[in-house]
């Protein structure tokens, strides 16, 4: 069940501050922003612990089987696992990752995407690096979302045959995904 962001309630002037007051108004916001599990902000973090095949030149959401945390149970490991799902509506800093085994031909790009569609601004890419080395691309957004939005990393490469992703290093595929705002 999705979680409401906390509400600091207005008082007149000599109204009592009691101790249900502070916790329903003070207290509330302060393990909002400071508290942990389900406490505190939303948060996500996920990455790739296996590799992936990438067709040639189609745009892929990558898939992301372990999570460093995952405050809201947005992310699952089983089912559709290259998504997050909002489960507090407000504003996100999004951040995904994508690391492509070593290939000397062609291009490789990232973007993040809301509910299948991209988000303009977040298209990166790069020439392939040599034969002998990987590539890694980041790219970010603050993202306004509702509840039940869901939001992924794609890669694209263009090497003219399949291409795997990175996996389990520094530069595996990722997604991040914080709550800043309602």
Known sequence: MPRTVPVIASQSPGNFLTGA????????????ALGSGTNGLPRFRGYATSAQALSDNTWASLNLDTESYDSDNGH???????RYVVQVAGTYLVVGSVGMAA?????????LTVNGSS?????????APTAAHSAGLVTSMIVSC???????VQALQTSGAALNTSAGGDVAPSLSCIWLTG
């Open 146 to 152: 509702i509840v039940n939005d869901y939001i992924e």
């Open 76 to 82: 699952s490991t089983s089912t559709n696992t290259s």
């Open 103 to 111: 290939n000397a031909t062609g291009n490789r790009s990232a973007r």
């Open 21 to 32: 007051l502070w916790n329903a108004s003070v207290k509330a916001m302060g393990d909002w």
């Open 119 to 127: 988000i303009p601004g977040t298209f990166v890419k790069t020439l």
